[in-house]
């Protein structure tokens, strides 16, 4: 597919592109936020999964710059925003970079030391678990994550912003009030995941919340949010058009500066200049 034809099936992908957004989830966010409020006193935020980045670009624009730019800045006082990725990511202002990965507690640790022991007050994060394919174990696995959350705070959503098409079952995870239980040492969450998960454990739980009904039952929230007469992510808008009646296609706004495919790409490139090229690159470490 064309770039023209991608930026008439997909508007939000060509309003990123015309905003200056690294890619278009940068509107899910801004939807999110829209609804929920996100951003609202935040001074220490946390971008998980963050690369290419177009999310940690929203909460530099939300957050850092807003701050930075009042005639009463004041160094000390600017909000932390810490991004992570297993990925590098070109520079964001006002965007501390962590290249780790979120399931490791030396990344965790790192993500402390930045914010010097203090507690993050807005969590991020557009990553999802790694499917297994095997579709039982798959829901078993987010049935669990959903538990998870609901035992961690008292208000959870599931949201699905307007710029994420109705065609994917993608949707999003809104948690707030974070108010883990009386006791609760974050060294023994492991313990309590396993206790969930057993076919008993939910009885071994306090139930005084009413938040478990039935056998284990857990009822979520769905709420749509954005612009309900906004751009819809799954319709095909006319291109704007030149003076000339020419279409100007607009390049992204940061490519991948180290993708997961570059070597594939630097394979294909060899072979189509033969063999000797393949055994080149195959020798480069
Ligand atoms: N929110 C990003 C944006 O707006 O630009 C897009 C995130 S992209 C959908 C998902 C990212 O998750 C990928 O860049 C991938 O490298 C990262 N990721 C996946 N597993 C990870 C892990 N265990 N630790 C850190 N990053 C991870």
């Not at 850092?64 to 800045?73: D, F, I, Q, R």
């Amino acid at each position: 597919m064309g770039k023209a034809s991608r930026d008439k099936r997909d508007i939000y992908y060509r309003k990123a592109k015309e905003e200056g957004w690294r890619a278009r989830s940068a509107f899910k966010l801004l939807q999110i936020d829209e609804e929920f409020n996100i951003f609202e006193g935040v001074k220490r935020v946390v971008d998980l999964c963050a690369a290419p980045g177009s999310w940690s670009q929203v909460l530099s624009r939300n957050l850092y710059l807003p701050a930075k730019l009042s005639p009463n800045s004041n160094d000390s006082d600017l909000p932390l925003i810490v991004a992570i990725d297993l990925q590098p990511m070109a520079p964001i202002e006002g965007v501390i970079q962590v290249q780790g990965d979120i399931t490791n507690a030396r990344t965790a640790e790192t993500v402390i030391r930045h914010f010097d022991g203090g507690k993050a007050d807005l969590v991020v994060c557009d990553g999802a678990p790694d499917v297994t394919g095997l579709h039982d174990m798959d829901e078993f696995v987010q049935s669990q994550l959903i538990l998870a959350l609901k035992l961690f705070f008292t208000e959870v959503t599931f949201a699905k912003p307007k710029s994420s098409r109705n065609s994917s079952i993608e949707a999003f995870v809104v948690c707030e009030n974070y108010s883990p239980p009386d006791g609760f040492n974050h060294k023994d969450l492991h313990l309590l995941l396993e206790k969930i998960g057993s076919p008993s454990g939910a009885d071994d739980l306090d139930c005084s919340s009413g938040w478990l009904e039935g056998p284990n039952k857990v009822y979520i929230p769905f709420l749509a949010c954005g612009d309900l007469n906004g751009f819809d992510s799954d319709r095909s808008y006319p291109l704007p058009k030149r003076a000339d009646g020419s279409y100007q296609s607009l390049d992204p706004v940061q490519p991948p500066i180290a993708p997961p495919y570059k070597r594939a790409l630097e394979m294909k490139k060899a072979s189509s200049h033969g063999v000797q090229g393949l055994e080149k690159l195959s020798l480069d470490p």
